[in-house]
């Protein structure tokens, strides 16, 4: 088995120590709302798969752009790197691969700004994937390679920029970034991240008693054909950071206005089992 494979068995753990576990992806509330009926356990699945299509839909135009984004940029500062490349220019890449991670990080929480409950959690499970890159995967033997020591000078940095408010660190961005320092692929990165997306979800449906683990369990086989056709159709959407240049509408975009009134519902739960 290959390093690659190893790791991405690790991150697709459902006890990864990230804080997913308390995020619904605003499910709870969409349920307390009536947007996704309770029975759906017994009778009535269509208005839980149409969550999970339009949920998973959403995440791959909107959320999966900002991983690639990052990826791609961090990638691209690396890739010129070498055994023989003198500390001045290692210093000068990992300032600009933090650079590129703060704008991304900057445009992504912009688009969050109306949305204040996604924007908790995303930074909240962000910062928690980041602090186990330093505190886990940094420390790991594979790490002590050139490219593997800068992904680690630019972790410590962007963990020290998250703590005194210079950035926020947001799920997707850190997500990218975390990927790409560990050496998995774009294509492996991106499948990672709407599996994870979808598990939550399925996990949070779970613990609502929306449906059985059994049920869950097929519901989230037949789900593949969903992810993999989103990954055909948006993977290689990418961040336009001006607008005028977007000509073809092919970056970030926010598709479900609806499931994002829900989400900012959250807050407003007489009673609630999930952060967000």
Same mark, same amino acid.
């Given at each position: 088995?290959? /390093? ?111 949305? /204040? ?38 972790? /410590? ?22 990927? +790409? ?16 997306? +979808? ?25 593949? /054909?969903? +992810? ?49």
């Amino acid at each position: 088995m290959d /390093k690659e494979t190893w790791l991405l068995w690790m991150l697709a753990d459902s006890q990864l120590p990230t804080g997913g576990f308390v995020a619904s992806a605003g499910l709870e509330a969409a349920v307390q709302g009536g947007l996704v009926r309770e029975n759906a356990a017994e009778s009535d699945m269509d208005s839980f798969t149409g969550f999970i299509h339009d949920s998973t839909s959403n995440q791959a135009q909107f959320a999966l752009p900002f991983c690639s984004q990052v990826h791609d940029s961090v990638l691209a500062t690396l890739a010129p790197l070498g055994a023989d490349t003198d500390q001045d220019k290692l210093d000068q890449a990992v300032e600009r691969a933090i650079q590129e991670i703060r704008r991304t990080d900057a445009y992504h929480h912009s688009m969050l700004a109306s949305n /204040k409950v996604a924007m908790r959690a995303s930074i909240a499970q962000g910062g928690g994937l980041l602090s186990l890159f330093n505190r886990g995967y940094a420390q790991a033997g594979f790490m002590e390679d050139g490219h593997g020591q800068v992904c680690v000078s630019i972790a /410590k940095r962007l963990q020290r920029l998250s703590r005194l408010g210079e950035m926020r660190g947001h799920w997707a961005t850190m997500f990218g970034f975390v990927c +790409v320092a560990l050496g998995i692929s774009c294509a492996h990165m991106q499948q990672l991240f709407l599996f994870q997306f +979808v598990r939550q979800i399925f996990s949070a449906a779970i613990r609502l008693n929306l449906v059985g683990p059994l049920r869950a369990q097929m519901l989230s086989c037949d789900t593949q /054909k969903l +992810v993999n056709a989103l990954l055909e159709r948006h993977s290689h959407r990418r961040v336009v950071f001006e607008t005028s240049e977007d000509l073809f509408g092919e970056s970030a975009v926010y598709t479900e206005p609806v499931l994002e009134l829900f989400q900012g519902m959250h807050d407003r739960l007489y009673s609630r089992i999930f952060n967000s």
